[in-house]
């Protein structure tokens, strides 16, 4: 099934408007603050999108102002947030896969270690936010978008 829409991963929107190819040499490059401030200009810019659908980073809500912006554009009725409520287990098996190195520490340990923490800390964010909650569990893309687009009511093609 496909969505006619844009698609946009948010992380790689960021680096690229900061001159970087991850979001991870971005942090490294420039911090987390400028980051995330990007990040939230950016997340403003991509919901005036009315056809797109917007991957956030995984701490996108954590932003200066980005919970807000995604809460009004919701409230207007226009942006849908499906949170994909993956587990710890699987997180650190994509960090160690993707090799942790690659990816910042957000509470200064470990990318692997923290997990859950970060989880702990940003779960109750994302399922605040969130029209849909979608578990993954290692089903397939197809299978997971099924189950999004039975949930939001659209159309099947």
Known sequence: ????????????????????????????????????????????????????????????????????????????????????DENAQEIRSRIAKDGASKRPAILGKDPIAEVEQVLADRRPVYSELADVVVVPGGRSVAALVDEIAEALGLPRH
């Not at 900061?18 to 403003?44: D, N, P, Y």
Request: glycine share 8%; aromatic share 6%; hydrophobic share 45%.
């Open 1 to 84: 099934m496909r969505l006619e829409a844009r698609f946009y991963d948010l992380d790689l929107v960021v680096a690229d408007e900061m001159g970087q190819k991850s979001a991870a040499a971005a942090i490294k490059v420039a911090g987390f603050e400028r980051f995330r401030t990007t990040e939230t200009r950016m997340l403003e810019t991509l919901l005036r999108d009315r056809d797109a659908v917007i991957a956030l980073g995984g701490g996108t809500p954590t932003a200066p102002g980005a919970k807000q912006l995604i809460q009004d554009s919701r409230e207007s009725k226009k942006t849908r947030v499906v949170f994909l």
